[in-house]
T-cell receptor, first 114, second 111 residues
Framework: DAGITQSPRHKVTETGTPVTLRCHQTENHRYMYWYRQDPGHGLRLIHYSYGVKDTDKGEVSDGYSVSRSKTEDFLLTLESATSSQTSVYFC?????????????FGPGTRLLVL | RKEVEQDPGPFNVPEGATVAFNCTYSNSASQSFFWYRQDCRKEPKLLMSVYSSGNEDGRFTAQLNRASQYISLLIRDSKLSDSATYLCVVNENNAGNMLTFGGGTRLMVKP
């Protein structure tokens, strides 16, 4: 258990509305990530953060913004949701693993944009 | 061309069978390798790391061939509970500690 929670766990919204997803971690990890997972595409990185107020784009960042004002929280915002953003969103942190590091995931948020 | 490629399956095997999954990666600078397991409608969870010397964890054996850029996972004595999607994951040694995920191989173990 990597101490990661995501909220909300499920959300239904309408096209054009703003949506914010929250990722919260309790272990003070520096790196945090947002992914989306869709059938046929696997996990794709949206944005990541390497510290408070330090973020960078991933593979599929268009239409998304992020913020990290505290170590424990990493927010993902869809400024104007579109149906193509219907997906499962996972947050992750990087954690040491005996000589290497890998990522541990939150439980996910299922988003449906109508 | 995908950076991490896996056969999507599904692999349908009877309980007790041995099954092997393979994965290839394209970036020769990749440093770390992992297998994750993902159950339906759940998050991916780390199954095991993959080391050059090969490593074993109970019924699971992972191997890495750097020369061929190839990773494998062997599951012996398959259990019904092994049914899941197995993701091959590569750390390409980039600044953001970013991982590259394969599309996953689905395993279904039947009684």
């Amino acid at each position: 258990d990597a101490g990661i929670t995501q909220s909300p766990r499920h959300k239904v919204t309408e096209t054009g509305t703003p949506v914010t997803l929250r990722c919260h971690q309790t272990e003070n990890h520096r790196y945090m990530y947002w992914y989306r997972q869709d059938p046929g595409h696997g996990l794709r990185l949206i944005h990541y953060s390497y510290g408070v107020k330090d973020t960078d784009k991933g593979e599929v960042s268009d239409g998304y913004s992020v913020s990290r004002s505290k170590t424990e929280d990493f927010l993902l915002t869809l400024e104007s949701a579109t149906s193509s953003q219907t997906s499962v969103y996972f947050c992750a942190i990087t954690k040491g693993l005996g000589g290497g590091e890998t990522q541990y995931f939150g439980p996910g948020t299922r988003l449906l944009v109508l | 061309r995908k950076e991490v490629e896996q056969d999507p399956g599904p692999f349908n095997v009877p309980e007790g069978a041995t099954v092997a999954f393979n994965c290839t990666y394209s970036n020769s600078a990749s440093q770390s390798f992992f297998w994750y397991r993902q159950d339906c409608r759940k998050e991916p969870k780390l199954l095991m790391s993959v080391y050059s010397s090969g490593n074993e964890d109970g019924r699971f054996t992972a191997q890495l061939n750097r020369a061929s850029q190839y990773i494998s996972l062997l599951i012996r004595d398959s259990k019904l509970s092994d049914s899941a999607t197995y993701l091959c994951v590569v750390n390409e040694n980039n600044a953001g500690n970013m991982l590259t995920f394969g599309g996953g191989t689905r395993l279904m173990v039947k009684p």
